[in-house]
T-cell receptor, first 113, second 113 residues
Framework: KNQVEQSPQSLIILEGKNCTLQCNYTVSPFSNLRWYKQDTGRGPVSLTIMTFSENTKSNGRYTATLDADTKQSSLHITASQLSDSASYICVVSARDSNYQLIWGAGTKLIIKP | AAGVIQSPRHLIKEKRETATLKCYPIPRHDTVYWYQQGPGQDPQFLISFYEKMQSDKGSIPDRFSAQQFSDYHSELNMSSLELGDSALYFC????????????FGPGTRLTVL
C-alpha cells in the first residue's frame, strides 16, 4: 500500500534554531517527492521537488534530502524565523498512469520568539 | 478513525454540463481545502473555507463555486464543464487550532467527455 509518513507530528523550536523534519514513504513506482509549506487555511506552497536521481535540493533556508534506497527524505530549516510557523507536508508522486499523489499528514512547526 | 470522505469517487460528464463534488471533513474539523490535480501535474489549490467562510482563494475558475455548510461539509460546484476540467479533485480538512494538520480525502476523478 502506498503510504507517506511524517515525523514528528508537531515541533516547537525557538526562533533562530535549526530543525529537521522527516518523511518516510512506501510508494512504488516512485516518480518524485515534494515538500510543501502550508499556513493555516491557505493553499500549500511548494518548497522543493526531487526526482529519483537527486539527493539534495535547497531553496533559501530550506534544504531537502532524498535517499531513494531507504525511501527517506528530510527537510532541514536553517535559522528559523517566526514566519516559518506552518505545516510542512511531504508528498510523493507515483509513476503510474495517473501520477497519483500520496500525501503525508504534515508536521506542525511552531517557532517561538 | 474517521477520514475525509469525498463523493462521488468517479464522475463522468459531457462538455457544458455541471457537476457537484462533495467533501465531508473529519468530525470537528473546521477547515476544508479543495485541490485540482491534472494528469502529471502539481496539485493546484482552488479554495479553502474556515468556519463556513471562505478563507483563501487560489486558482479556482469563475465557472466554479464552493461553499461550506453548517455541518462543515463542503461542495464544489462546477458549471459549463470543459475538457480541461478533467482531473482529480481532492479535499482536505483540518482543525485550525491544531496548526493545520491536514488530512486528505481519496479524491474524486472527474472525466469530461
Amino acid at each position: 500500500k502506498n503510504q507517506v509518513e511524517q515525523s514528528p507530528q508537531s515541533l516547537i523550536i525557538l526562533e533562530g534554531k535549526n530543525c529537521t523534519l522527516q518523511c518516510n514513504y512506501t510508494v512504488s513506482p516512485f516518480s518524485n517527492l515534494r515538500w510543501y509549506k502550508q499556513d493555516t487555511g491557505r493553499g500549500p506552497v511548494s518548497l522543493t521537488i526531487m526526482t529519483f536521481s537527486e539527493n539534495t535540493k535547497s531553496n533559501g533556508r530550506y534544504t531537502a534530502t532524498l535517499d531513494a534506497d531507504t525511501k527517506q527524505s528530510s527537510l532541514h530549516i536553517t535559522a528559523s524565523q517566526l514566519s516559518d510557523s506552518a505545516s510542512y507536508i511531504c508528498v510523493v508522486s507515483a509513476r503510474d498512469s495517473n501520477y497519483q499523489l500520496i500525501w503525508g499528514a504534515g508536521t506542525k512547526l511552531i517557532i517561538k520568539p | 478513525a474517521a477520514g475525509v470522505i469525498q463523493s462521488p469517487r468517479h464522475l463522468i460528464k459531457e462538455k457544458r454540463e455541471t457537476a457537484t463534488l462533495k467533501c465531508y471533513p473529519i468530525p470537528r474539523h473546521d477547515t476544508v481545502y479543495w485541490y485540482q490535480q491534472g494528469p502529471g501535474q502539481d496539485p493546484q489549490f482552488l479554495i479553502s473555507f474556515y468556519e463556513k467562510m471562505q478563507s483563501d482563494k487560489g486558482s479556482i475558475p469563475d465557472r466554479f463555486s464552493a461553499q461550506q455548510f453548517s455541518d462543515y461539509h463542503s461542495e464544489l460546484n462546477m458549471s459549463s464543464l470543459e475538457l480541461g476540467d478533467s482531473a482529480l479533485y481532492f479535499c482536505a480538512s483540518s482543525l485550525a487550532a491544531t496548526y493545520n494538520e491536514q488530512f486528505f480525502g481519496p479524491g474524486t476523478r472527474l472525466t469530461v467527455l
